[in-house]
């Protein structure tokens, strides 16, 4: 036991933690650590640690009221995703059909023709998207 001691700090920590337990150990240089350390500026006074815990506060009060929003939005954007991913199914064979034609070109938009017939699709023409909304009261139309 007395061989496992002497070398935890320097497994642990490296050259550092061996000074440190060096110190610690012989009762010295406790005291000029920490002078040390308040010359490079690496210590903190009390004002500043409370200074730092209500700064830890107000971002975690971000952090809750954040996450309350998101989710907010969330369900609110339930119903628009519905529609979307029942317009998606809907129009899915016109979809793949026109993104064939847009960026594929003629061979693409025959070969997915060809691919959605095999696959027992039946296209119906065009892209026409969903249905407009109505409407209802005045509009800029005249």
Do not use: N
Not at 101 to 127: C, D, I, L, N, P
């Amino acid at each position: 036991m007395a061989r496992i001691r002497p070398l935890l700090p320097s497994r642990c920590s490296g050259k550092a933690g061996w000074t440190s337990s060096r110190y610690l150990r012989e009762g010295e240089g406790l005291h000029d650590m920490r002078e040390e350390g308040k010359q490079l500026g690496a210590t903190l006074t009390q004002e500043e640690i409370a200074k730092l815990d209500a700064y830890g506060d107000a971002i975690d009060k971000i952090g809750m009221a954040s996450k309350a929003h998101r989710r907010k939005l969330m369900v609110d954007m339930v119903e628009g995703v519905k529609a979307l991913w029942d317009s998606i199914e809907k129009y899915g064979d016109r979809i793949e059909l026109f993104y064939a034609r847009v960026f594929g070109g003629k061979e693409a938009a025959a070969a997915t023709k060809e691919k959605q017939a095999a696959a027992g699709v039946k296209t119906t023409g065009e892209f026409v998207g969903p249905i407009k909304p109505k409407v209802e009261g005045r509009t800029l139309r005249r």
